[in-house]
C-alpha cells in the first residue's frame, strides 16, 4: 500500500501510532473498548479474530507488555499494515499477524488455544445490504448470513478451557452469538454500550468463559457521551489512557 493511501494516528493519547488505511475501513473506538474488557494476566497468550490493522492487540500490549499474541485478518492491506503496526510500535516480537480468512484452514494456529480470544466480527449481512463493490470498508463490515455462527465457533476453538471469549457487536446479533455460545461457553457477561443516557444501545460486549457454568448476567453497562457530547470521564480514562474495562 502507498504510504499516501495512509494515515498515522495517534493512539491512546499518544502513546501508540496507527497506521490506517486514509480511505475505506478506518478503525474506531470499538476494538478499543475491546481489549479493555479483557481480562488479561502477566504473560498470557492473545487471538484477535478479525484483527483489521491490530488497533486492538496495540492496546492490549499498553496495558501489559509481557503478553504474546496472534492476529488473523482476511484483508491483505489490512494485514500488511497491522504488521507494520506491531514493528513501528516495536511489538513486532509481541504479536504475529496472519493473513487469512478463518473459513478456510489455517495451519499457523491449527490445534492452538489461547487465553483469550477476542474479536470484532463484521456486522451487516451481505444480503441485507446493497453495495456496488467490495470496498475495504464494506468488506470488513460485511457477513453472510450464518457466518456469524461460524465466526463465534471458530473463536470457541481456540479458546483454552476456562479462558475468555469476548465479542463486540451490535444488539440486533445478541440472540445468534447466545445461541452460539450455549452449552459450550458459561459465565457470559453482557455489556452494553449506551451512546447517551436515555437511548437504546447500539452495541454490546459480551464476555464468557469456555466450558463454565453460571448464568448469564445483564451488567449496566457504559454511558458513552454526556448530553453535549463530550466523553464521560471514565469512557476518557479507557479512550486516551488505555484503562481497563471491568465487566
Known amino acids: ?23 475505506g475501513y478506518r478503525a474506531g473506538n470499538d476494538p478499543v473498548f475491546l481489549a479493555a474488557s479483557i481480562p488479561i494476566k502477566q504473560g498470557e497468550h492473545v487471538l484477535d479474530v478479525g484483527t483489521g490493522v491490530g488497533t486492538a492487540l496495540l492496546c492490549l500490549a499498553a496495558r501489559d507488555n509481557s503478553i504474546k499474541g496472534v492476529g488473523v485478518e482476511v484483508q491483505e492491506n489490512l494485514a500488511t499494515l497491522a504488521l507494520q503496526n506491531t514493528e513501528q510500535n516495536n511489538l513486532d516480537q509481541t504479536f504475529t499477524i496472519i493473513k487469512a480468512d478463518i473459513f478456510e484452514k489455517i495451519d499457523q494456529i491449527k490445534g492452538l488455544q489461547f487465553n483469550h480470544v477476542l474479536s470484532n466480527p463484521p456486522f451487516f449481512e451481505s444480503e441485507k445490504t446493497t453495495v456496488s463493490s467490495l470496498s475495504s470498508k464494506k468488506l470488513g463490515r460485511m457477513i453472510e448470513k450464518g ?3 461460524r465466526w463465534v465457533s471458530f473463536c470457541i476453538k481456540h479458546v483454552r478451557p476456562k479462558g475468555t471469549i469476548t465479542l463486540i457487536y451490535r444488539t440486533e446479533g ?11 461457553v458459561g459465565d457470559i457477561k453482557i455489556f452494553p454500550l449506551w451512546s447517551k443516557r436515555g437511548e437504546p444501545a447500539k452495541r454490546f460486549i459480551i464476555q464468557g468463559r469456555n466450558g463454565a457454568k453460571g448464568p448469564p448476567q445483564l451488567l449496566a453497562g457504559l454511558v458513552l457521551h454526556d448530553r453535549d457530547g463530550t466523553y464521560y470521564p471514565e469512557v476518557d480514562k479507557i479512550l486516551r489512557h488505555g484503562a481497563a474495562l471491568k465487566l
Open 1 to 23: 500500500m502507498n504510504m499516501h493511501d495512509t494515515t498515522t494516528d495517534a493512539l491512546l493519547g499518544g502513546r501508540l501510532q496507527l497506521t490506517q488505511p486514509l480511505k
Open 147 to 149: 457466518d456469524l455462527q
Open 174 to 184: 445478541i440472540v445468534e452469538i447466545l445461541k452460539t455460545l450455549d452449552g459450550k
